[in-house]
């Protein structure tokens, strides 16, 4: 019996030493960066270097590329190497305990980090699942309805910058999700394709160009179409003049640690594109294999390797939104990682009330830090979808509805950087300075946002702005401005300019419908987009 005992445990011995893991293989340096700095054009695009120019980013090493001969050596060792990372400098490789222990020995080698962060941590799912059901099961009915479409837009207030022309124009949104099936073909992705936005997409799970196929997940599709979706008098996303790369990083089908490189892959590829700003709605906590399991410890934003090449994306200039997880009434409860980094803007989702939605994540991060940062609609959020309109629920939509916000905001405010808008919206949000688990800040107004920061001029050391009163209005209305007026419009609430008024400060409007409605007020040193209710 001791001897069968013996070898039992010389059996699961050999077992554990012979199984692999995903880890990441770190190198020393880049001996060839010298020829980058000479030419950086051989790895980025005139747009990426634009945008490091604008905000006063210096190149580094992380720009440079990875060594060659460095993954050519991992390769002559016997790994498959399929992933890398140039931010981060190194290789994922599958190896078990002896070959890391040897990978550690080599000259070029800096270090090896396992993914494998608390090998007991967490519980083998019972079933396959497809992790997107969920989602799949709350998509609602087919629907034309412009008018709720519309309230998920004014809840966050974003009406002003549509009006004042500020639609997406020149920025470009990386989509990092899933797959985008029927974006090639389907009506609702029309405009978008015939004015020649979509730039350009990859698969990083298979490492191909087909992003497009039908066997994808199509929960890309959906996040695009919250944005860039566009149906003549029934719908329009929130950002529907941007540009956009399309990238798949997501296996629906199951849930490996390897996907945290597809995404960072995905994100240094929209660096070398030029991207202003990158909306994920995906997150990680736990993995078909338990092993890779995260804790709630681990949600510091320095754990996870995605949260930390999320981080590295936003200090390249690119804002990087992210949701917070549709975790709330799961044992699991909080947010989920990218969107635990400090510097990643993390998006709760509420209810067209304002009330937080039952599923979205709690925060703060380990840290105590608050997130989410700030919330949008993420219940019954409508958004375009192959040849209509549809709703769903969650922070996945939540997430790009806010991302169309900022490119919106981005427009408007060139020459902020990523942290300065991310402070000024949530300084603007509902909450502000108070907070909540769930909302985070509150509730996004990107139109107090851009008042606050673009509309306000400062003249002999105090402000000068405009203030339209009585407000609501029976009948006529007067300009309160130390500035001269140089036209004054009227728009309803679908962004139609429906009159021009006199360029004076006092105009009538007893002839109006009751409603909403929206001046915009040129002066000589600015422009001003003032809602006003006609009684």
Known sequence: MRKLISFFILLFFVFTHAQTQLVFVFFKDKPNKAAFYANPLTELTQKSLDRRTK?????????????????????????????????????????????????????????????????????????????????????????????????????????????????????????????????????????????????????????SSDIYNTSLNNHGSYCLGVIAGYVENSFVGTAPDADFYLYATEDANNEIPEEQLYWTEAAEEADRKGVDLITTSLGYYDFDDPRYNLLYSDMNGTTSFIARTAQIATEKGIFVLAAAGNEAQKPWKYIITPADNEKVFTIGAVTSTGGSSSFSSFGPNALGQIKPDASARGTSTYMGYNNSVTTSNGTSFATPLAAGGVACLIEALPNKKVDEISNLLRQNSSLYPGSDAQKGYGILDFGKTWNNAALAVVENGRKSNLEIYPNPVAKSFTIKTEEKIISVELYDTLGRKIQTLKNEKTNTVEHLASGVYFLKVQTETNEYIKKIIKK
Do not use: C
Request: aromatic share 10%; hydrophobic share 35%; proline share 4%.
């Open 55 to 207: 905000y006063g980013i210096a190149l580094n090493d992380q720009d440079a590329p990875i060594e060659p001969t460095y993954i050519q050596n991992i390769a002559n060792l016997g790994f498959t190497v399929k992933d890398y990372s140039k931010w981060m400098n190194g290789v994922a490789v599958n190896a078990t305990a002896a070959q890391i222990a040897d990978l550690q020995t080599e000259p070029y080698v800096l270090s090896v980090e396992q993914f494998i962060k608390h090998p007991n941590g967490g519980k083998a799912q019972t079933k396959k699942v497809n992790k997107f059901d969920e989602f799949n099961n709350s998509l609602g009915k087919t629907t034309f309805n412009y008018g709720l479409g519309l309230s998920q837009i004014n809840q966050v207030n974003l009406r002003p910058l549509h009006i004042a022309g500020f639609t997406g124009t020149g920025v470009t949104i990386a989509v990092i999700d899933t797959g985008f099936p029927t974006v090639n073909t389907g009506s609702v992705y029309a405009r978008m394709r015939d004015n020649g936005q979509i730039k350009g997409g990859y698969n990083f799970i298979n490492k």
